[in-house]
């Protein structure tokens, strides 16, 4: 498992990685030599190892030649969300202590806003162009040596929270070593698991600042293989990448899924897929008609795991176990599934609980002991928050999420379960079901429906869609309203932020 430094000492010329939509390709050497710069100006500023700095920018090239320079100079580097507004990319820098701050100039009106908020950064760069204020992070790092620094040493990303539930939080997990040639951690679990090597063609089609696509196209270089990096997903341009580089692995979300599912039959048969080895999803629960779906157009190359970026445990499930346990996201790869009831107690097979994974990663919440605590029980297992259960066999199936329970009278529904359903329904795009006050029952199901076409946003449509819920799950899991709106705020993690949407009904004002 060699460092891309060592890959680029024995094929220089090999792409590294390529970016999909403008075909800029970097070699393995350019990775090198580039990134060695940016350590170079990074300890050319006083910034040790240990030392914090922050990066915004959508998918571009600068994108890993940073994060491998931080990975070779031990600096902890977080991804910030492109979505993010100035006070909230604010409250990470500040959290974080970042001492600099890299902005993309497609992203300049937020950049140029951290120049006022971010009172404790002392350096301000930008890639793809320059505001005033910023420094040209090619510019000056291309004044630096090509070589490597003196004090190399392993630097990590420190991840923040979606914030779907509250305040973002940093998620740090130790970096394996010191030596920057330690092994990629992922490399011996998950990166074994699916065959990834250096004759892999690995298909990137999410946001690089989101954990897994981050980490697996770092697992990626650093065995050896090539990324194919989309500037944004779009689902007929993830197909034809797939042909275009006989891609053999790629990662993605369930929504992805079916906004491929969902283009014109002729326009799907117009690609061919065959050279996908593996096709991994996570993120979120994928409906089981979705992947049903997959499973008989793509074959059983369709791979899910279960995972947090608090590195507490995973799961994993391949196509033909997932057939025998439909629904399931797999048994335990690392770390041990308990599944818990509010007192603590362990509860038994098919009980729908917590889950919590014991001898798993170690993590903290950074600067937030308080919260780091709350994840952790007394016998030392940790939660992210998700509900599930185990069936006799060990396999793991995902429920929801704890804060997304509906309680109606009495009985949780989760929500999860009316969203799988409501997907599949020809006419809706996207849907997000969550708990609106009820005088009776405390609360009641509401389903806010993105349309496929928005002139089905009629009346007609909503009673449609409550009858055929009604007719697939008891009465009471069943909205009992649907709005519908033209966009969800569905982040390109694949995630829904249903929070703010919950909190406008709840306030009144959906």
Not at 54 to 59: G, P
Not at 125 to 142: D, L, N, Q, Y
Not at 215 to 221: A, D, E, I, P, T
Request: proline share 6%.
């Amino acid at each position: 498992m060699p460092h891309p430094s060592v890959t680029a000492q024995e094929t220089p010329h090999k792409p590294a990685f390529i970016m999909a939509e403008s075909g800029e390709m970097v070699t393995y050497r350019q990775l090198d030599e580039r990134s060695n710069q940016g350590a170079q100006l990074l300890r050319s500023l006083g910034i040790k190892s240990g030392d914090h700095i922050a990066v915004m920018m959508e998918n571009n090239r600068q994108y890993l030649e940073i994060a491998w320079a931080c990975q070779r100079s031990g600096v902890i580097y977080t991804p910030i969300s492109t979505h993010l507004l100035a006070a909230e990319t604010a409250y990470i820098l500040d959290n974080c202590e970042a001492r600099a701050f890299i902005g993309s100039y497609k992203l300049a009106e937020v950049a140029k806003a951290m120049l006022e908020h971010a009172d404790g950064v002392e350096h301000f760069f930008m890639v793809g162009g320059v505001k005033e204020g910023f420094e040209s992070w090619e510019e000056t790092s291309a004044m630096q040596p090509e070589t490597p620094i003196e004090d190399e040493v392993y630097g990590i990303a420190m991840m923040y929270s979606s914030g779907t539930t509250g305040q973002p939080k940093g998620v740090f997990v130790p970096p394996p070593g010191e030596d920057v040639h330690t092994p990629n951690p992922l490399a011996g679990s998950l990166g074994a698991a699916f065959g990834f090597s250096p004759e892999t063609v690995y298909l990137s089609p999410a946001p690089l600042y989101h954990a897994a696509p981050h980490h697996y196209n770092m697992m990626n270089l650093y065995l050896g293989g090539t990324s194919i990096i989309m500037e944004k997903f779009d689902a007929e341009s993830a197909l034809r990448l797939i042909e275009e580089h006989n891609c053999t692995h790629s990662q993605w979300v369930p929504i992805m899924f079916i906004r491929m599912l969902k283009l014109p039959e002729e326009v799907r048969k117009r690609y061919d897929v065959s050279s996908m080895q593996v096709a991994v999803h996570a993120a979120a629960p994928c409906p089981v008609e979705v992947k049903e779906q997959m499973i008989e157009w793509w074959g059983e190359v369709i791979v899910e795991y279960y995972a947090a970026s608090e590195g507490i445990g995973i799961t994993i499930i391949d196509a033909a176990d997932w057939l025998a346990h439909k629904g399931s996201v797999g048994r335990a790869l690392i770390g041990e599934i308990h599944i818990v009831d509010d007192e603590g107690n362990e509860l038994p097979t098919g009980e729908i609980g917590t889950i919590f994974f014991g001898n798993g990663g170690r993590f903290e919440y950074h600067k937030e002991p308080g919260k780091t605590s709350e994840a952790h029980d007394e016998r030392g297992w940790a939660t992210t928050g998700d509900v599930g259960y185990v069936d006799e066999e060990g396999y793991l199936y995902l429920t929801d999420r704890k804060n997304f329970m509906i309680i109606s009278g009495g009985v949780n529904i989760y929500p999860q379960e009316i969203e799988n359903l409501l997907i599949t329904h020809p006419q809706v795009a996207d849907v997000a079901v969550f708990g609106v006050p009820h005088e009776e029952f405390g609360e009641e199901v509401k389903a806010v429906v993105e349309p496929q076409n928005w002139a089905d946003a009629t009346d007609e449509v909503a009673l449609e869609l409550i009858e055929w819920c009604r007719e697939r799950l008891s009465h009471i899991k069943a909205p009992r309203s649907v709005d519908f709106k033209e966009k969800l705020p569905r982040m390109d993690n694949g995630k829904l932020y249903k929070r703010h949407l919950a909190d406008e009904y709840r306030d009144g004002e959906g």
